[in-house]
């Protein structure tokens, strides 16, 4: 390896010898390796020429009056003198050169200052408004569906579909994704700016939201039985939003850099967040308990279930989602049109719609600002990890969005109403932490991958067996029970979470079209379980109802 700076004033004497490269090999040098260089009042230029297995961060660098940098270990005889607050940097194990010369020494991978460094390297060279508004953005794209689902302790209780409300709900969430195929279909007559399809996306959401609020205790008479339609429409026009987003919203994040597609999906995993905080502050009212109800025969009293009231309605919850859509929209908007927004591009050539390339021969204004230019090199996958990761990707789709929504009530109310709504905030919230963690522990290799997804089903496992053995789970009655329902439910859908941004993140190397293959197999793994968990939940007897009463 060799480093050349030289003072724009005068030359630089220049150091050479022999020396055994491989006494450098795998050593790691960071900007705060230099901290030691003296500064100089005149500009350097600074040329490096890197060998393999040895890095430096040329960037603190850029202030330093250097003499002479050298792979090669010099000798003193020929070493020249340095003059103040010149630095001298030679191998490792050569002796010192000059009283004011900085030896360079292999890093401590233990070190604080280290750790620090990457911690502020992971913030810097990013627009917090961005930041805010991809957050935002991101919140608004889940927030209607996951607002429905984390309602359903309170909504089984007075719907006529009783604990097959979560069934249902889940088929009707799937009927969203003719929100893509629309989409889709439009793309394919006519090529228009697939921002203009987001506006209208997130204005129907955003009446499904208030429309909820107010109607959706309204039933109807419908194939021989009572139906809660109001609300079945109401989820609907927000499950438009959800499905058509994954297609949509995450694609059109694709053009900026790749941080801010972390952070949007950090703002979906909030989406499952917010409306938990609140429902949590809501609360269930209590477990149901059996009263007797007001009979006049002494003889033969009879019993009622009766569960306290929460803390407010669901009338109340939903127009907070509703304040909350409208705050997204808001959102977008600024981050569709803000020209200090589009500077935080990727190098990227936009097409119609969702079809853009990457520009690695381009650096974008922000870097070229920076004068370090970072080009994002693409990681092409094998054919045979591209299709692994796809289907592993739907497969939890289908468990994830499928299957696991549709029998949780099963699951958890035998238990009781408290552990039901702990179970149901406590695992939504998991998905936004699972998202926090993927940006500062990121696993991106199929190995990796695997493992987690390997861990998940072992809490898949006790989760199921616990909704087939409804009415009568194992543990029930006791606080053992409850803890332990509660804590598998969170920590499987954290995995699951964590899973599908790791895989999410290795796609999105791969191109703007690949997102769209990821929101399809997600949409497509989550339709196939939606449809098996409703034909299982309400056409055979695997799984049975428990009456407190």
């Known amino acids: 390896m060799r480093i050349t700076a030289t003072d724009r004033t005068s030359a630089a004497s220049s150091v050479t010898g022999g ?71 030679t191998s490792p194990s050569s002796p010192a050169l000059t009283e004011n010369c900085c030896l360079l020494r292999k890093p401590n991978g233990n070190n604080m200052k280290s750790k620090l460094s990457g911690v502020r390297g992971a913030l810097q060279n990013r627009s917090l408004l961005v930041d805010l508004l991809a957050i935002l953005f991101g919140v608004g794209a889940w927030i209607g569906v996951n ?45 228009f700016r697939d921002s203009y399809m987001i506006y209208a996306v997130l204005i129907v959401g955003t009446v499904g939201a208030i429309c909820m609020a107010f109607l959706y205790e309204v039933t109807a008479h419908v194939f021989g039985a009572e139906r809660s339609v109001a609300m079945f429409v109401c989820v609907f026009a927000l499950a438009l939003v959800g499905c058509t987003s994954s297609v949509l919203f995450m694609p059109y994040m694709g053009r900026f850099r790749a941080i801010y597609l972390i952070t949007y999906l950090i703002g979906e995993g909030l989406s ?38 929460p803390r407010f309605g669901s009338m109340e919850y939903f127009i907070f989602v509703f304040v909350v859509l409208i705050i997204s929209t808001v959102a977008f908007t600024v981050l569709d ?23 690695n021969d381009h650096p974008t204004t922000h870097e070229k600002a920076n004068g370090a230019v970072k080009v994002e090199q693409s990681k092409i996958l094998s054919n045979r990890n591209y299709a692994y990761l796809m289907i592993l990707l739907g497969i939890l789709c289908m468990f994830g969005n499928g299957i696991f929504p549709s029998i949780q009530s099963y699951s958890c109310l035998p238990y009781g109403n408290v552990a039901y709504h702990l179970t149901v905030t406590l695992s939504t919230m998991a998905n936004p932490v699972a998202c926090f963690l993927a940006v500062f ?4 290799s199929i190995r990796a991958i695997t493992s987690i997804s390997l861990l998940s089903a072992l809490f898949a496992v006790y989760a199921l067996l616990t909704a087939f053995m409804s009415p009568s789970p194992p543990l029930m009655g006791r606080a053992i029970g409850d803890a332990l329902v509660i804590a598998t439910w969170t920590t499987l859908i954290g995995l699951v979470s964590y899973v599908r941004l790791s895989i999410t993140t290795v796609f999105r190397y791969q191109g703007g079209k690949s997102l769209v293959w990821v929101g399809a197999v997600t949409q ?17 007897d695997l799984f049975q109802q428990y009456y407190p009463c």
């Open 147 to 191: 607002s429905s689902f984390v309602q359903l302790p309170l909504l089984v209780a007075n719907a006529p579909e009783g604990w097959n409300l979560p069934s249902y709900l889940v088929v009707i969430t799937q009927l969203g994704n003719l929100g893509p195929l629309l989409y889709t279909g439009l793309q394919k007559v006519r090529a």
């Open 19 to 89: 020396h055994d490269q491989q006494q450098y090999h795998d050593h790691q040098y960071g900007a705060d390796d230099f901290d030691g260089i003296a500064p100089t009042t005149t500009s350097s230029s600074i040329i490096v020429d890197e060998e393999p297995g040895f890095s430096v961060d040329s960037r603190r660098l850029k202030s330093a009056n250097l003499v002479s940098v050298s792979g090669a270990s010099p000798t003193t005889k020929n070493a020249p003198k340095a003059a103040d607050g010149d630095c001298l940097i």
């Open 441 to 444: 522990l990121p696993h991106t």
């Open 272 to 309: 499952g967040f917010l409306p938990s905080i609140v429902a949590l502050i809501q609360g269930v009212g209590g477990n149901a308990e059996c009263i007797p109800n007001n009979s006049t025969d002494l003889d033969a009293p009879e019993f009622i279930s009766y569960t306290p009231p």
């Open 337 to 359: 049109n803000h020209p200090r927004c589009r500077k935080e591009y990727a190098a990227v050539v936009i097409n119609h719609g969702n079809d853009y390339t990457y520009d």
């Open 524 to 540: 497509i793994g989550s339709l196939l379980g939606s449809i098996l968990s409703f034909s299982l939940v309400n056409f055979t």
